[in-house]
């Protein structure tokens, strides 16, 4: 049973950065791409960034751009969001999730594995 397991959420003032973590098992980790989503109160859930089996290819949504960074340590089953520059609009449940694939998209329905979220509050 794949279980991905999200931490590093927390409160933090605008203009801060915080490191979000995503540990996954049950899976060959490095086979399969991993994205980052994330769901404001009141929104629908939102593509933030998705990276490849590899880490060679990396795909930014548009409100990530610039601020957010994504990386994975295949030997760790981790894959990680470096936010930078933290606006109130950035509050947000953040959720991993495993594609059925190397390169994974910005589709929701392109994922078959997610973790519970971790609650991400900036304030301003």
């Known amino acids: 049973q794949v279980q991905l397991v999200e931490s590093g959420g927390g409160l933090v003032q605008a203009g801060g950065s915080l490191r979000l973590s995503c540990v996954a098992s049950g899976r060959t980790f490095s086979s399969y791409a991993m994205a980052w989503f994330r769901q404001a109160p009141g929104k629908e859930r939102e593509f933030v960034v998705v990276i490849s089996w590899s880490g060679s290819t990396i795909y930014y949504g548009d409100s990530a751009k610039g601020r957010f960074t994504i990386s994975r340590d295949n030997a760790k089953n981790t894959v990680y969001l470096q936010m930078n520059s933290l606006k109130a609009e950035d509050t947000a449940v953040y959720y991993c999730?495993?594609?059925?694939?190397?390169?994974?998209?910005?589709?929701?329905?392109?994922?078959?594995?997610w973790g519970q979220g971790t609650q991400v509050t900036v304030s301003s």
């Open positions: 999730a495993s594609a059925p694939g190397r390169y994974g998209s910005s589709r929701e329905s392109d994922y078959d594995y």
